[in-house]
């Protein structure tokens, strides 16, 4: 049986395969991360600093950073009762309901900010009635944030449901019996253990918009101190060959991310120990 | 009185979820209706837009077949094999999720562009990967590397061993034992895994511009061409545009539901 369970897991050429994959990611992601890596590290930690502080550069981080906390809060808390809605209630149209939920990730990032533009922009309806009333949404800053989010709902919702789906409804139905209220069922009953899954979800929409460009480009209008966020500020230092300012500024960027994602890594490994038990 | 908390929540998230997603596809659908379907069509119809769109397919079937290929053989390596750097590599394959795709375009311009690592020796054979045809191939092959390894790495460790193990036993090959149990077992993660990648590749916009430079009837894709249209100020070249690719991309969608709902019968 060991020898059977030996030619499943190694195959006889397992070898070849393993190296052939190993080859494949190495040259396809590998190489140019480490490409980017060094040229951000050769410009030395002075240098990084310098460039990450330089006016524009701060801002441009200081508004990503902003922004991506206001969507990641927005989309926590509509992301909960969104799956709330898609798991503890059928309703005619929820399959629908399901799939709008996945659509941004589907669309193109530059159609979604195209279709905020369209919807929203100084030449719309909606956009110059909110424009006369003094509340810019296009070319300022409430569009970043509205991209972010559309780019982001499905996060939160696909990483609470699977949790909400395995929690026995029989709790909340106790609950009820016994006179609690909706608001104390959710707090008291659904919340504390929907609250990882939900972190979870949140940090990983905060990292996308980190990384976001095809929806900002168009919606933000890329003012430099106002609207420029990371990314489209990276894009600009390549368009105009300043690589290693680039390279700086994305070295940021990227230990940010990848910070958050092993904070995100942590916590799956701790919450699968914790249901095993 | 009781506040209705239930119906408030109800009417909330509906409402959310429709002002977010359903109003502004709504608003492009207008504005090409508006625009003139004829004209946004004879815009559509013009060689720089269809060889656009031909280029944005043909990058989608070279994603879909090689790191389809890729995706089988590393989620079998990943998930049935045990060797040092397992775990290196899972984290690795994941990368392309997170790094911004302005810094993909940067990140393979240091190796392929003025100046870079791989400059003279390309120089000297005579290839250009820069702001030509490969660029755009590389960099949609990176951007969609994960989508088919996931998938059908999810079905693996779902499905077990057992299969496998009973095939072996009786006499099969490695690759009979591939072709005869792996495969079928698989099929629904991969075909779920080729329909992500396609709509990734599909929409792929920020490496691509950088590493194609989006040079109108030569790297422009259907996204970048786009883009350039906002630039130029051509609006219904780019709205007509935007709308195929969304319709395009909701059918791709629409696929992907459509594979999932059978799971239950099985």
Known sequence: MNNVRRAVRHGSGGQVLRAAVAFYVGLLVVLPLVALVVKGVGVGPAGIFRAVMAPTARSALWLTLWTAGVMSAVNAVMGTFTAWLLVRHTFWGRRFLSSLVDLPLAIPTLVAGMMIVVLLGPQSKLGGFFAEHGFDIVFATPGIVLALLFINLPMVVRAVEPVMRELDPAEEEAARTLGAGDIRIFFQILLPPLLPAIVTGTLQSFARALAEFGSIVVVSGNIPLRTLTSPVYIFGEVESGAAETAAAVSLVLLALAATLLLAVRGLQQFLAAHRRT | ?266
């Open chain 2, 1 to 266: 009185m009781r506040i209705p908390w239930r119906l408030l929540l109800f009417v909330s998230v509906i409402g959310y979820l429709a002002a977010l997603v359903l109003v502004p596809i709504g608003a492009i659908v207008i504005r090409v209706v508006d625009a003139g379907v004829g004209t946004v069509l004879g815009e559509l119809a013009r060689p720089d837009a269809v060889h656009a769109m031909a280029l944005t397919a043909i990058l989608a079937t070279i994603a879909v077949v090689i790191n389809g290929l890729f995706g089988i053989v590393a989620a079998l390596v990943l998930v049935r094999q045990r060797f040092w750097g397992r775990r290196l590599l899972d984290t690795l394959v994941d990368l392309p999720l997170t790094v911004s795709p302005v810094m993909t375009g940067l990140a393979f311009l240091l190796i392929f562009g003025r100046a870079g690592w791989l400059e003279w020796p390309l120089e000297t054979v005579g290839w250009k990967v820069t702001f030509a045809f490969p660029g755009l191939v590389i960099a949609t092959l990176f951007v969609t590397l994960p989508f088919t390894l996931r998938e059908v790495a999810g079905v693996l460790v779902e499905v077990g061993t057992t299969d496998e193990e009973a095939a072996v036993t009786l006499g099969a090959s490695a690759w009979q034992t591939f072709w005869n149990v792996t495969l079928p077992n698989i099929k629904h993660g991969l075909a779920c895994g080729v329909t992500l990648t396609l709509a990734r590749a599909l929409g792929e916009f920020g490496a691509v511009l950088i590493l194609g430079g989006a040079i109108s009837g030569k790297t422009q894709t259907a996204t970048t061409f786009i883009y350039a249209a906002t630039e130029e100020r051509k609006e219904g070249a780019a709205f007509g545009m935007a709308l195929v690719l969304a319709l395009v991309s909701m059918a791709v969608l629409g696929l992907l539901e459509w594979l999932k709902a059978p799971r239950k019968e099985e």
